[in-house]
């Protein structure tokens, strides 16, 4: 019986998650910061609870509790999108830690940084050398944001005044075997110009295509699961067979 009721339990639980997350949306993935951070983590608690702690009465509660708190969450959500001071309030604001290359050390002090900290994080940028820094500003969700001094950035086509083409992005075509039908629509093509492409490149059976795709340049590119005339790289240190 009891088993049961966790089988019942963590299906409530389980879809209670799913729906609730997609009502908050995806702040709790993309945008970490301290308070969604502990949001997060108290989401799943309850949730885990909800799944294990079997009796009625139990259950029920613990739903409640779910529920309210994912009215909290969706209206803390609301007043931090609509107001700008509740917003600084609740999430933070972004810090200054480095200017005109010189470390700000009362400011990693307020954050709780040592130098050790913000060294890894400059290194995880591609900055190994403080001096190229302009600006470094902590954000607040833990991220840290790198100005480089002028000298010190890569030369770009408009620095040399090139023109360039527009690339966008490329369009799926077929994934997994399985043609996209919608984004041929949109790009005034048809399955007979797609079985074109297939044929001029020897692939005769849709369900050998991983991915093909369409730039904005018209390159078709084909991927297939056996791929000729490519050997898989062995990065491992194993001695081989």
Do not use: C
Request: hydrophobic share 40%; charged share 20%; net charge negative.
């Amino acid at each position: 019986m009891e088993i049961v009721e966790v089988f019942i339990q963590t299906l409530l639980a389980f879809f209670a998650l799913f729906f609730y997350s997609r009502l908050l949306g995806k702040q709790q993935l993309s945008q970490l910061t301290f308070f969604e951070y502990a949001t997060g983590i108290t989401f799943g608690s309850i949730a885990g609870t909800l799944a294990t702690d079997i009796g009625p009465q139990r259950t029920l509660m613990h739903f409640l509790a779910l529920t309210l708190f994912t009215l909290l969450t969706y209206m803390m959500q609301f007043i931090v999108l609509k107001n700008r001071p509740a917003r600084k309030v609740i999430e933070g604001e972004p810090t200054v830690i480095i200017q005109n290359g010189k470390i700000l050390e009362d400011k990693l002090a307020g954050l709780k940084y040592n130098m050790d900290e913000l060294r890894m994080l400059l290194r995880e940028k591609g900055f190994f050398k403080v001096a190229d820094i302009e600006y470094a500003i902590a954000e607040p969700n833990g991220e840290i944001s790198v100005l480089s001094k002028s000298q010190k950035r890569p030369v770009t086509p408009e620095d040399l005044q090139i023109p360039t083409d527009y690339e966008g992005v490329e369009v799926e075509l077929i994934q997994d075997g399985e043609i996209i039908f919608q984004n041929l629509t949109q790009n005034n093509l048809d399955l007979d110009w797609l079985k074109n492409q297939l044929q001029q490149r020897g692939v005769t059976d849709l369900n050998q295509v991983v991915f093909a795709g369409l730039d904005t340049q018209g390159n078709f590119y084909l991927d297939t699961r056996q791929d000729a005339g490519s050997q898989p790289v062995d990065a491992t240190d194993k001695p081989p067979d």
